[in-house]
């Protein structure tokens, strides 16, 4: 395999993995289940679920629920969330504190933790942002970072005939160095996110391949 085909697989896979660990139809989050009364674009209320539609790697569904475990990564306190699938219950973490809002979790196929900054939740149009992707900033053993920026906010959005309201709209690129010190873009994620309940639409491309995760029912406690 070339590299620009590593590069291809494991760019798809590092998001999936960190948000749709695995994919599998579950009956404990129904469709309808579409409740809440937080006010913060990433509720962390235990039992809290949401249910997602996904394309990558075949059409399917997941839940995502939160559970009452917490752990502590360089410093900051993490809230854990329960992913169940077909190829098994696994865990990762959401963290919001100081209006940034992360994500950690195992990325597919290369053994690297992702800590994946998609969100300001307080910052204007235009702002920008450049984080680390892993705590040692590198990504399968080649230097990597991902860059943010706010393009939209207070929009509505229409996903599967229901209507958000109170969305930002955010893009993250993920970015490899190379060779020396000069980044460039292997992936681009654009996350839509309302207030009061999450993540409700994430679409990726990489090399012209795109996947798509789409809210499709959520139970906020």
């Not at 229409?158 to 109170?166: E, V």
């Amino acid at each position: 395999m070339n590299l620009k085909s590593t590069f291809k697989t494991l760019t798809i896979l590092c998001l999936l993995a960190t948000l749709i660990t695995a994919c599998k139809k579950d009956t404990s989050a129904p469709d309808d289940e579409t409740t809440s009364t937080s006010n913060s674009y990433q509720p962390l209320t235990l039992n809290s679920n949401w249910k997602y539609a996904v394309d990558f790697p075949t059409k399917d569904t997941t839940v995502m629920t939160i559970t009452s475990g917490t752990k502590t990564f360089n410093g900051k306190v993490y809230q854990s969330i329960q992913s169940k699938g077909k190829s098994g219950t696994s865990t990762g973490y959401y963290f919001n504190k100081d209006h940034f809002f992360n994500m950690r979790n195992s990325a597919a196929g290369t053994g690297d933790v992702i800590d994946f900054t998609y969100l300001n939740d307080t910052a204007k149009v235009n702002y920008t942002w450049t984080a680390k992707i892993t705590d040692d900033g590198t990504l399968d053993g080649i230097p990597a970072r991902m860059t943010g920026k706010i393009v939209e906010k207070g929009i509505s959005k229409t996903i599967s005939g229901k209507t958000y309201s109170k969305v930002i709209h955010t893009t993250v690129n993920l970015q490899y160095a190379l060779s020396g010190s000069s980044y460039d873009t292997y992936a681009t994620y654009d996350f839509y996110v309302a207030q009061g309940i999450g993540i409700i639409e994430i679409d990726s491309s990489t090399y012209g391949i795109t996947s798509t995760v789409k809210l499709i029912g959520y139970d906020i406690k």
